[in-house]
């Protein structure tokens, strides 16, 4: 029994998240052979090179490299607010859901949440929160509004993407109200890969923009803030406050430029996957799904009179690691290191594990 099991857990496929990529036999070449230096002291040149290249790809003057999507995130708050400010943002935004009450304690900031399908706020919400109030309710009764940010692609909202002319939209509305406007781009790469637009016209509209390598682009660790020469000045102030100071960290840079070379232009792959793993879903009962949402690497489904805890641990049991959300809400994000078989696998295990359940 416990041979089966072992066995079980080295099949597993681990669907629960793209960060669960591993890097490459290739990508730890780079790495090995990266030429490192002192961060800190801005002496790295691996690191330097993968900031240049970002900011390049971004179409912006500078970027920051630091350990975590969290951190480009939070530095990006802490750079363009004050204690007491008030940031709009989705009700399922990464930053409020996921990010340790970060926001509230590092910045000392309010949010503000905007509702929106599958991550997707309007413009004139936007534009509803930012126009100050008739004189007899005067303004300073609320902290002031100096922020806003998008996710694209949104996590909760199924790998979403943002339409283009949705983003200038808001970025219209938060530029007439000098408000900064930030993008959490954890997984832009994926967004361009499934409209064609490019990062740096995505990136365009905003003041900041946040971009992981640790996600479907495989490198094991990093993301970059991108932004204006100046306002990098202030990232580097505070990604040195909050404990990002990471000294020879050319090692770990090295794995994402290689990531960036050779990685991203193959995330189609793990779109289709996704797309396909979806269609099998839904010819299976129990599930509810609709395939044609599915527009990046990320799936979400629901259930229907099965517990959400249930259902993975059995297919867990079978060897597909999946994410409950929720008690009847099911995520599985795909990434490269995941083979096409490996969903017609994970399929026919997931269609096994609801006959056990009924
Ligand atoms: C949309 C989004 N933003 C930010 C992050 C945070 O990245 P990290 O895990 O590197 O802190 C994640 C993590 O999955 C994410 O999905």
Redesign the pocket.
């Known amino acids: 029994m416990k041979a089966l099991q072992a066995q079980v857990m080295e099949r597993m496929i681990d669907l629960r ?3 669960c990529s591993r890097p490459t036999a290739e990508m730890r070449t780079a790495m090995a052979e990266a030429e490192v230096g002192d961060d800190v002291y801005g002496d790295d040149p691996t690191v330097k090179a993968l900031e240049v290249r970002t900011a390049e790809l971004l179409g912006k003057e500078d970027a920051v490299y630091v ?7 939070q530095v990006a708050l802490r750079c363009q607010t004050e204690p007491g400010d008030v940031i709009l943002l989705h009700e399922q ?3 409020h859901e ?2 340790g009450a970060a926001s509230s304690v590092l910045s000392g900031i309010l949010p503000k949440f905007l509702p929106g399908s599958r991550g997707i706020f309007a413009s004139g919400d936007v534009e509803a929160c930012l126009t100050p109030g008739h004189r007899f309710a005067p303004s300073p009764m609320s902290g002031p509004v100096r922020m806003v940010c998008l ?1 694209n ?3 909760v909202g199924g790998g979403a993407v943002w339409p283009l002319e949705d983003i200038q939209a808001v970025a219209q509305v938060t530029r007439f109200h000098e408000t900064a406007l930030h993008l ?4 832009l790469w994926h967004a361009t890969t499934a409209t064609g637009i490019t990062e740096a016209e995505y990136a365009a509209s905003f003041d900041t923009i ?1 971009v ?1 390598f ?2 479907g682009l495989g490198a094991p ?3 970059c803030l991108v932004g204006s020469k100046e306002l990098m000045v202030r990232a580097r102030r505070f990604k040195q406050q909050f404990g990002g100071g990471f000294r020879q960290a050319g090692i770990i840079a090295a794995g994402a430029l290689h990531a960036l070379e050779h990685h991203r232009p193959r995330l189609q792959e793990t779109h289709d996957n996704a797309r396909r793993f979806a269609e099998g879903l839904a010819q299976l009962p129990q599930i509810e799904i609709d395939p044609a949402s599915v527009e990046t690497n990320i799936v979400r489904f629901q259930l229907t009179g099965i517990d959400a805890g249930d259902f993975v641990e059995e297919a867990y049991r079978r060897g597909v690691h999946m994410l409950p959300s929720g008690r009847d809400g099911v995520r599985v994000v795909f990434y490269l290191d995941i083979q096409a078989r490996q969903v017609d696998e994970a399929l026919s295990t997931i269609k096994e594990s609801l006959k056990a359940l009924v």
């Open positions: 998240s793209d960060t350990p975590t999507g969290t951190m480009t995130n935004a990464h930053i996921t990010e996710e692609t949104h996590n959490d781009g954890a997984r946040s992981c640790s996600k660790v990093g993301s």
